[in-house]
């Protein structure tokens, strides 16, 4: 069994020598010692893990506002297009000329048809 590197035989060698250095009044202290260290070096290898972690959502969530923001922008721009399309076509039908006592009544229609399915359009988005 290898620990660090280290076989069965340096292991007994190591702590022998460390009972001598310190004593074994002193050895649970020296134990108690290294243990509250590494729960320490523990704790705070994840607390910088949480804190990476929770920059790293910080900025995810802001690029996906970026993201909403910008679809919105555009959503805007081709509603507002379509509604100049809209009132371009609108008023080619007001302006043009009547040929008939039927066509007025058809023209009305067809505007009445155009701003339905603009605001159709818009009631979707």
Known sequence: MKILGLGVPELVIILVVVLIIFGPKNLPKLGNALGKGIKGLRKGVESGKEKIDEKFDETETEKA????????????????????EVEADAEEVVDAPEASADEPAKKTVKVKRVVKAATEDESAE
């Open 65 to 84: 506002e970026e993201k909403a923001a910008e679809e919105a922008q555009k959503a805007e721009a081709a509603a507002a297009e379509a509604a100049a």
